[in-house]
């Protein structure tokens, strides 16, 4: 694994975020995202959940709403997270705002408490493997989720903006993390390598290396992987949400060398689905 620090990040992504929101008239609140039966102003509430959760959870010990009978995990997060955004509809755009507004130092602070980045995280990031995970991951993983929601929220109102290298290259970075958990199946003797190539101002090059019984990210470049993806860095977090398809990134990518691997690698899923 590749540790990274985002808590310095949260701050600043807000600051895009907020801008942004205040920027927008009415009819822009109104428009849909990506996100299915998700208007722009929904968008913007369902962050507001995770704000309320993570400060609830972590800084309150609070279990938050329980599994009904035989909920799987994305069952659970779909009716949660649709309860919210439906109730936070009688809100206007200025209460969602002034809520973030007020929330978000609360939570960095939040974040500021975990001084064992290296510790087990409060909560697990499954698309990374199983088992537990450390808290930096767990950091990286609501970073990513606030900054994508960012984007989404800037594709549904044609705003381009907060992707800059020091915003964007963490999100990169924590998404290659779902690549080893991709190639779990393909056993290969250790030290065979698949190399990532990420293309653009952000991106890099990254290898995930086989001990002979699992995968893990390095930044260290292998000399002769066995394989290669070259994908651009809009096409990676695309995919690692399935804001695009795997068939379609892979026709925005190179894929060069063990078939196995780049198909495998290619399936990179960041999100819990």
């Not at 206007?92 to 609360?106: C, F």
């Not at 929601?149 to 109102?157: G, K, L, P, W």
Request: with cysteine; proline share 6%.
């Amino acid at each position: 694994m590749i540790p990274l620090d985002t808590r310095p990040l949260f701050r600043r992504e807000r600051q895009a975020l907020l801008v942004l929101l205040r920027s927008l008239d009415p009819a822009d609140w109104a428009k849909p995202t990506v996100c299915p039966g998700w208007s722009v102003a929904d968008v913007t509430a369902h962050i507001l959940n995770d704000y309320l959760r993570r400060i609830s959870g972590s800084r309150d010990g609070h279990g938050g709403a329980v599994f009904a009978n035989d909920e799987t995990l994305p069952d659970y997060l779909a009716r949660v997270n649709g309860e919210f955004v439906g109730a936070m509809r009688q809100c206007s755009p200025r209460v969602l705002l002034d809520l973030l507004d007020h929330l978000g130092p609360e939570l960095d602070r939040v974040w500021a408490a975990t001084v064992d980045l290296a510790g087990p995280a409060r909560l697990d990031v499954s698309w990374a493997g199983p088992g537990t995970s450390p808290a930096w991951l767990d950091i990286a993983r609501e970073y990513t989720e606030f900054w994508v929601h960012q984007q989404q929220i800037r594709d549904a109102v044609s705003r381009r903006g907060a992707d800059d290298v020091a915003l964007t290259r963490p999100v990169l970075v924590t998404f290659l993390h779902a690549v080893p958990w991709a190639l779990r199946d393909r056993v290969r003797p250790g030290g065979t390598a698949v190399r990532f190539e990420i293309i653009g101002p952000a991106g890099g090059c990254w290898s995930v290396v086989s001990d002979g019984t699992s995968w893990d990210l390095t930044a260290a470049q292998a000399e002769e992987p066995a394989a290669v993806v070259r994908m651009d860095q809009d096409a990676v977090w695309r995919l690692a949400t399935r804001g695009i398809t795997v068939e379609e990134a892979r026709q925005r990518s190179t894929l060069r060398g063990d078939p196995e691997l780049t198909e495998s690698a290619t399936t990179l899923l960041a999100v819990v689905a």
